[in-house]
């Protein structure tokens, strides 16, 4: 089992940069496929980018491909989540997820994942 806690979200000018970390608070996070998801207060979460335990083989939704890079270390128990040029869309509760890498399921459901952070809210201004 993994504890995640996320943090860097924050206010941010739209065209600007964030980056947001992800942590293991308890355990480690190196047998686990990791995602960000993003929620609005209206809307259902949504896949964001995915990276698997090798770190070689990202997967990004379409809305973010091109402005938003995932990474990951495991020795230092983190994820982060690069995002740039970022607009008024970006503006979202941004969550970490994690599950076992050999478990079946499809890469940007949320139903994948067992293990979720408390979120971390980024808002682009004007």
Excluded at 16 to 34: D, H, K, N, Q, W
Excluded at 57 to 85: C, H, Q, W
Excluded at 110 to 123: D, I, K, N, S
Aim: proline residues 2%; aromatic residues 10%.
């Amino acid at each position: 089992q993994v504890q995640l806690v996320e943090s860097g979200g924050g206010l941010v000018q739209a065209g600007g940069s964030v980056r947001l970390s992800c942590i293991a608070s308890e355990g480690t996070l190196e047998p686990y496929l990791l995602a960000w998801f993003r929620q609005g207060p209206e809307n259902e979460r949504t896949f964001v980018a995915a990276i698997n335990w090798a770190a070689d083989s990202p997967v990004y939704a379409d809305s973010v491909k091109g402005r938003f890079t995932i990474s990951r270390d495991n020795a230092k128990n983190t994820m982060s989540l690069e995002m740039n040029s970022l607009t008024h869309e970006d503006k979202d509760v941004y969550y970490c997820a994690a599950e076992l890498r050999w478990r079946v399921g499809v890469v940007s459901s949320e139903g994948r994942y067992r293990y979720w952070g408390q979120g971390t809210q980024v808002t682009v201004s004007s």
